[in-house]
T-cell receptor
Framework: DAEITQSPRHKITETGRQVTLACHQT?????MFWYRQDLGHGLRLIHY???????NKGEVSDGYSVSRSNTEDLPLTLESAASSQTSVYFC??????????FGPGTRLTVL | KNQVEQSPQSLIILEGKNCTLQ??????????LRWYKQDTGRGPVSLTI?????NTKSNGRYTATLDADTKQSSLHITASQLSDSASYIC?????????FGKGTTLSVSS
């Protein structure tokens, strides 16, 4: 069955370190998205991609970057982790109909 | 400003009872409205997607309604089960952007 996976599921890092969160989907979807979810907020869009080599900034993109070298993967990189980036991160993918399928999430703690 | 407001913020009901969750939105241009269920520690899972012309959509014991004139939607859960305990998120698509509500946390107790 097609699926979307994220790794690691849990990560603890220190302020200033570079961190990369992986997202892999086997739906063969062109569209992929990264969100963060914090208490008191709805899911907020960080970055998104509509296809290979396409990347776009979302509403909370500062401090994050993505690259899309193939259809299946959209890794999210925190260039220099900050405590404000402690959050749960969700990756999602969608087809042309735009129903999004979400991964299981990565809980990131920045100390 | 595009906004999606959900109420109540949290809700506790007894197993077997029905409940209704509300979603009000001010979003333009409206493309569709979705309801997601998010279990603790997991990603959201789609329950329903409704376009402008649809006013009711069901998925098992879940029934969503949409009133495009008043910009309101509701999610009705019939004969609740313990497994319905989760956060329910209303999402409105505005063009290519998704506007997320903060969710309603439902607890079903025995």
């Amino acid at each position: 069955d097609a699926e979307i996976t994220q790794s690691p599921r849990h990560k603890i890092t220190e302020t200033g370190r570079q961190v990369t969160l992986a997202c892999h989907q086997t739906w063969n979807h062109n569209n992929m998205f990264w969100y963060r979810q914090d208490l008191g907020h709805g899911l907020r869009l960080i970055h998104y991609s509509y296809g290979v080599h396409d990347t776009n900034k979302g509403e909370v993109s500062d401090g994050y970057s993505v690259s899309r070298s193939n259809t299946e993967d959209l890794p999210l990189t925190l260039e220099s982790a900050a405590s404000s980036q402690t959050s749960v991160y969700f990756c999602a993918s969608s087809d042309l109909v735009n129903e999004q399928f979400f991964g299981p999430g990565t809980r990131l703690t920045v100390l | 400003k595009n906004q999606v407001e959900q109420s109540p913020q949290s809700l506790i009901i007894l197993e077997g009872k029905n409940c209704t969750l509300q979603c009000n939105y001010t979003v333009s241009p409206f493309s569709n409205l979705r309801w997601y269920k998010q279990d603790t520690g997991r990603g959201p899972v789609s329950l329903t997607i409704m376009t402008f012309s649809e006013n009711t959509k069901s998925n098992g014991r879940y029934t969503a309604t949409l009133d495009a004139d008043t910009k309101q939607s509701s999610l009705h859960i019939t004969a609740s089960q313990l497994s319905d305990s989760a956060s329910y998120i209303c999402v409105v698509q505005a063009g290519t952007a998704l506007i997320f509500g903060k969710g309603t946390t439902l607890s079903v107790s025995s």
